[in-house]
């Protein structure tokens, strides 16, 4: 299975996202392979600072988009693949949307990103050309935790009008879990496994297994 984590729009959590579900496929003993095709390489930073620490599970991250290739188009391959890509290398993001099962889009709650995620979809579109077209799926992430503010709510119901994608129904909050797990190099399950983050984080990651 190989899934991409991608949108148009920066600031969307994507190498967070991307990040933590490598690593809960890591802990299963196909273990997983990822790959980095946004020019920041911010989850190969991420995994640098996991490698250097000594945590485990390791998990190969690459750069190379020939690879990402060969390793898809393998049929004896049946190791799960993550990719993390922006739209900076637009080339990179062709080629994987190309080759990808699932397509995994998170949505931060604005109408901006809205916007960005329906241009999203008509790249998806545009850039599948096989008879089987990946499962698309979306969810808010970054949401808001006070619940007095509606951006939330109003982006989850305009997340799940959008044609060409399925809504999760599934909610990341902003918190300061993330952000802390993602600079010392753990999964969010790892450096809290009872908080709020972490089982945001799980359920997303069972309703993907």
């Not at 959590?13 to 933590?20: D, I, P, R």
């Not at 080629?95 to 241009?119: E, F, G, H």
């Amino acid at each position: 299975m190989l899934t991409v984590v991608g949108n148009l729009k920066g600031g969307t959590g994507k190498s967070t996202v991307a990040f933590n579900l490598a690593v809960w496929l890591a802990y299963d003993k196909a273990g997983v392979r990822a790959f980095d095709l946004d020019p920041q390489c911010t989850l190969v930073d991420v995994c640098e600072v996991r490698e250097e620490d000594g945590f485990e599970p390791r998990f190969d991250v690459s750069t190379s988009v020939e690879e990402l290739e060969a390793l898809a188009l393998d049929r004896k391959n049946r190791q799960p693949i993550i990719v993390d890509m922006s739209a900076t290398n637009m080339p990179a993001m062709e080629k994987a949307l190309s080759l990808a099962d699932r397509v995994l889009i998170p949505v931060q709650p604005s109408q901006a990103d809205i916007w960005s995620t329906q241009r999203f979809l008509k790249i998806v579109n545009e850039h599948i050309s096989r008879e089987k077209p990946p499962e698309v799926l979306g969810f808010i992430n970054r949401a808001d935790t006070h619940i007095g503010i509606r951006e939330t709510d109003e982006a989850e119901q305009a997340l799940e009008m959008l044609q060409g994608i399925k809504a999760l129904g599934l909610r990341l909050y902003q918190r300061t879990a993330y952000r802390r797990s993602f600079s010392e190099g753990l999964g969010v399950f790892e450096l809290d496994p009872m908080g709020k983050a972490s089982r945001e984080m799980k359920k997303l990651a069972t309703m993907l297994d």
